[in-house]
């Protein structure tokens, strides 16, 4: 019999339990285990448990692990599909980044040998592949935000006794399982970002040249390229402020029980009288308070009544007519943006700002560079290559090259 939606769906809507029971077992599973959970997870007067038994042999919901043989995985499509439903979701991993990266230069490249060829169909292949890769990396950037959220709240929910260590030890494996990968995708000196800087002047290439003539294919490259970026921006934020709290309570009593376990420790090795001597107050070294007499009031009146007036303090009521530097410095962070419009496009954005202020510090010159880069209204692209140094006014920048443009409609409403 074909195997149609209809009929595929229908079996699994009629049985989610018995499927959700399946994809939670680690693992294969033997036809025994299988059958066992039918019977479990079944209702046996609607359908028999044979039937549903060669239903999911015969509509591929389970598949043998290798022919003939007796032990069973969940096709992974299905399984995928359940762990969306149920919000489970296995996080990225840099050894999965590094092979998107592969697949991406190696889809650049011959998109780039075709364009010098005038080879369309080299081109819309290779075009193709990107945006698979692409969404391939934005699902494994979702899963990796819904696995953070789950993991927060197991271990949020978790009431076992275990002591601060191990929970510590935890929260470390979570911020390198799920936050490190993240923090390679959005490093700005990163492999990928490069990558998808290159790619994306390639596929501007076959669209300014025309040699690939479907551009609705490459524009929403070019337009998945733009939110992949602010998706792992996004991702990583959320991700660190789940974590990051835990993070700091848990560093800071681990802290506390490392230094109760070393007085414990010292405690064991050291003997009781050396223990008193060096950390007990010895009683003949306190002073003895008795009430005071007569003559040690009359003296301590006398050193009152002697003692030289002391002036109060004189708080200064009129205002400064100087503008604090504070209040100048915020005036230009929010003035910069309309200055740079007239001179756009800058090829070297870091060049024009320490340029156009010689007088701003170090310090200035990073907060502007940092409004500037964030501005919705404007598109940045970092061209990499070697560093270039500019000088301030108490120090000097080393950096890329940055060139920066006013945002195109499309990418604003993005």
Not at 76 to 99: K, M, R, V, W
Not at 201 to 206: D, T, Y
Request: aromatic content about 6%; charged content about 25%.
């Amino acid at each position: 019999m074909q195997l149609t939606p209809k009929r595929f769906f229908d079996f699994c809507g009629s049985h989610v339990p018995l499927l959700h029971a399946i994809a939670m077992k680690p693992g294969d599973v033997s036809e025994a285990q299988v059958r066992q959970m039918i019977r479990t997870f079944s209702d046996a007067t609607t359908e028999q448990p044979e039937t549903t038994w060669q239903r999911l042999v015969e509509l591929q919901v389970i598949v043998p692990l290798e022919e003939g043989s007796s032990h069973y995985v969940m096709s992974q499509p299905l399984l995928q599909l359940l762990n969306f439903l149920y919000n489970d979701a296995l996080p990225t991993s840099p050894e999965i980044i590094q092979g998107y990266i592969a697949a991406l230069e190696s889809a650049r490249k011959r998109v780039e040998l075709g364009v010098e060829a005038g080879d369309a169909l080299s081109v819309a292949m290779a075009t193709n592949e990107i945006d698979h890769t692409l969404r391939r990396i934005q699902d494994d950037l979702d899963a990796t935000h819904r696995a953070v959220m789950a993991e927060v709240a197991r271990y949020k929910a978790d009431r076992t006794s275990v002591s601060v260590r191990e929970r510590y030890l935890r929260i470390l494996s979570l911020m390198d399982q799920y936050v490190h990968p993240l923090v390679e995708i959005v490093r700005v000196d990163g492999l990928l970002e490069s990558t998808l800087d290159e790619t994306d002047m390639v596929l501007r290439a076959a669209r300014e040249q025309g040699v690939y003539v479907e551009l609705a294919m490459v524009e929403r490259n070019e337009r998945q390229i733009r939110v992949l970026r602010r998706r792992a921006i996004h991702t990583l934020n959320e991700s660190r402020k789940e974590l990051q709290p835990l993070y700091d309570v848990l560093r800071r009593s681990s802290a506390i029980a490392h230094g109760a376990t070393l007085a414990l420790g010292r405690l064991r090795q050291m003997r009781v009288e050396d223990w008193v001597a060096n950390y007990v107050t010895q009683t003949t070294n306190a002073r003895v308070e008795v009430p005071p007499t007569d003559e040690v009031l009359r003296q301590i009146v006398d050193n009152v009544i002697s003692h030289p007036p002391i002036p109060p303090p004189i708080l200064r009521t009129t205002e400064s007519l100087e503008t604090p530097p504070d209040y100048v410095r915020l005036l230009w962070l929010n003035e910069l943006p309309d200055m740079l419009n007239e001179d756009l496009p800058v090829k070297d954005l870091t060049g024009w700002l320490t340029k156009s202020f010689p007088e701003k510090g170090t310090a200035d010159a990073l907060l502007g560079l940092s409004k500037l880069l964030f501005d919705p209204k404007l598109e940045v692209s970092f061209k990499g290559g070697k560093a270039k140094h500019y000088r301030t006014r108490d120090g000097e920048l080393e950096a890329a090259t940055i060139s920066i443009t006013r945002a195109s409609s499309s990418t604003s409403a993005n």
